[in-house]
Nanobody, 126 residues
């Protein structure tokens, strides 16, 4: 059974930091990339960052470049999203998702991702 389980969300003040974790199981990790999406109320789900489980190459949305860092631990089948200098506009439900499609290297599209976690809430207060 494929599972992606997010953790690490919470409430933080603007300028603060959080680290999200995504524990994956049930599929062949080296064949996939794992990404983070977020969705705020009334808005479309948007791609934030993605990492190849095989070679560690990464992608970041312009809105988070320089503030967020994605990393992986293949031994633990876990992907992390370190979020620094958080802003109120980062408030969203954050989802991790897995894709075998290589197009994530230029753009993260929801429909290219096969497996999804349940989401974790991140709230940044001003």
């Amino acid at each position: 059974e494929v599972q992606l389980v997010e953790s690490g969300g919470g409430l933080v003040q603007a300028g603060g930091s959080l680290r999200l974790s995504c524990a994956a199981s049930g599929f062949s990790f080296d064949d996939y990339a794992i990404g983070w999406f977020r969705q705020a109320p009334g808005k479309e789900r948007e791609g934030v960052s993605c990492i190849s489980m095989s070679d560690g190459s990464t992608y970041y949305a312009d809105s988070v470049k320089g503030r967020f860092t994605i990393s992986k631990d293949n031994a633990k089948n876990t992907v992390y999203l370190q979020m620094d200098s958080l802003k109120p506009e980062d408030t969203s439900v954050y989802y991790c998702a897995a894709t075998p499609d290589g197009s994530w290297r230029t753009a993260m599209r929801v429909y290219n991702y096969d497996y999804w976690g349940q989401g974790t809430q991140v709230t940044v207060s001003s």
